[in-house]
């Protein structure tokens, strides 16, 4: 999808939310989470090289860890600021971690971009998606123990790292499964219903087992890519391709839309000292992310394209929207992940062709 086209579908969302406010606040949430998140997680997976990842896992790492965390910390010590507490901070700073540079990937394709700088923003999204939620889930089980302190969230976080790696392997696993099932069939429709089920299948049983389904379905597209490349041998593979190309475009179309319908706009004013220590957190947290990869092999150029590829959109006001009512400064995190979502779009808007263009003179 080009930019124009998601601010308009975004727009579309808009005009249809003033007219039914509300009307999609509640389905954006579990339509995001259990219908389309599997297939966009799925169909970026796919189409990722297992070899371009291994190259450049350093920056990947880089950017989808400590990137993650540094982000986190910055947005809460900006709120600590203004009097925020240690733990809606921090949770604040989780859900505005995760990034969305769906139409940046797509300019991406458009001009031709050097692999290597696709796979770094391509992995840096999935895999900080990712992240981003394991932390989001530690936070908010620690203030749900009512012990929001340092020592308490670390403690947290760190077994829902342990369970996102029991999740990458059994995406991997059931990436095995399915592949040696596939290789007694040559029928496109059996391969695609096969892909289907590893899609959704790594994310439930995964959620089944409270483990993050974000992880299991990455690993187990990347797996299955990996597996079907070098000894399954699809003949059919382009029909593969297509059916995902056109679910992932689907899935795109209906989650702006939604998410348009159901930004409240009215809000985004009502804690502006919130909302604004927010944008300015998240605008110093993606120059000083972009940074860490400065010691790194990369032209400076490419920097400044990880940097403007920051976008934030669904899965951020997904996790916003997904608060329990009990949570502090609930309203004012919403309202934060809405004008962040705004803000980053409209500055995309104008500055990621230009800077592309100057990465790839």
């Not at 394709?109 to 889930?137: G, H, M, Q, W």
């Not at 670390?154 to 990436?175: F, R, Y």
Request: proline share 4%.
């Amino acid at each position: 999808m080009r930019l124009w086209q998601i601010i308009l579908i975004v727009g579309l969302g808009v005009g249809y939310g003033l007219i039914e406010p509300d009307r999609f606040a509640y389905a954006l949430g579990h339509a995001t989470l259990y219908v389309f998140l599997p297939v966009l997680l799925f169909e970026a997976a796919w189409n990722l090289s297992y070899k371009a990842i291994a190259r450049n896992w350093v920056a990947i790492a880089t950017l989808a860890g400590p990137g993650v965390l540094l982000t986190a910390l910055i947005v809460a010590g900006a709120l600590a600021v203004v009097r925020v507490p240690f733990g809606p901070a921090l949770l604040t700073g989780a859900i505005l971690c995760a990034t969305d540079p769906i139409a940046v990937v797509a300019i991406f394709r458009r001009l031709k971009v050097p692999r290597t700088l696709v796979t770094i923003v391509e992995c840096e999204s999935l895999f900080n998606d990712a992240v981003a939620v394991a932390l989001y889930r530690g936070v908010l089980v620690a203030l749900t123990l009512m012990t929001p302190s340092g020592g308490a969230i670390a403690l947290v976080v760190l077994i829902t790292l342990a369970g996102a790696a029991g999740a990458v392997l059994l995406g991997v696993a059931l990436a095995f499964v399915i592949a040696r099932m596939l290789r007694l069939s040559r029928n496109a429709g059996v391969q695609i219903v096969a892909t289907i089920v590893g899609s959704y299948g790594a994310y439930f049983a995964a959620d089944y087992l409270h483990m993050p389904g974000i992880f299991a379905t990455i690993a187990c597209g990347i797996a299955l890519r990996y597996f079907e490349r070098h000894w399954i041998t699809l003949s059919i593979a382009e029909d593969v391709n297509r059916f995902w190309d056109v679910s992932a475009l689907l899935a795109n179309v209906l989650v702006f839309f939604m998410v348009g319908a159901s930004l409240a706009i009215g809000r985004v004013l009502q804690e502006p000292i919130f909302v604004v220590t927010c944008l300015v957190a998240i605008a110093v947290a993606r120059f000083a992310v972009g940074g860490l990869l400065l010691p790194g092999p990369y032209p400076r150029a490419w920097i400044d394209v990880v940097r403007v590829a920051g976008m934030r959109g669904a899965l951020s006001l997904v996790l916003a929207l997904a608060l329990p009512a009990w949570v502090p400064y609930r309203e004012a995190i919403i309202d934060a992940a809405f004008a962040v979502a705004l803000a980053t779009l409209a500055a995309s808007t104008f500055t990621v062709v230009p800077v592309i263009r100057r990465a790839t003179r």
